[in-house]
């Protein structure tokens, strides 16, 4: 069973305020990004990715909810710019999660959607970090070419938990190491952000 990842808001919203306002922000948008040895053809694991940052950014404004911030207005505004990107993400998912590729339960797409939700699910939340993740948010939505939202989702989710469980289904574990590097011109916020949280003592 995968282990909780508890998302530190009041760190990783300052990182992506910082992200989102480096100069690679605002530039083309970066090639997909797959590592080596992916279970996962290039166009599926970039399905999987703005899937999950979808996800992640949905989970972190309900937890901001219960501490009487609104972060959901915002996300929903992006997920209106972004409809289209965000749309051709789930539907490439929901047609990867099929019984050609080993998912025979047809509650599979439910399972990995709520573990996925669950990742994000704990860890610290206050309103100063809520508000950072809400000027973040409201940074993606203004660019609307997506070249800020395809960059800050490729330094939030390195590797996307489909990868994980396409890996699992043929016997081949994700290979430590393969973690791409998050683009040089963004600096020490995007490495730190990149990098996975620490899991919870006794989860």
Known sequence: MMRRVPFALATRGAMLVALCHAPLAQAA?????????SCLDSPTFE?????????????????????????????SRMMIVHQGVFAAADKAIRGYISPAHGFADKRAFDSYA??????YGGGATNLQACTAIDRAIKTVTADITGATLRFVATAMVAHPEMERMACALVGQPTRPGTTPAPPAAAGAATIAMASPAAPRPGK
């Not at 709520?114 to 990742?119: E, G, H, K, P, S």
């Open 114 to 119: 709520t573990l996925v939700a669950n990742r």
């Open 29 to 37: 948008a970066p090639p997909p990004i797959s590592p080596p040895a």
């Open 47 to 75: 399905a999987a990715r703005f899937h999950q940052f979808q996800t992640m950014m949905m989970t972190v404004s309900l937890r901001c909810k219960s501490h009487g911030m609104d972060v959901e207005t915002s996300f």
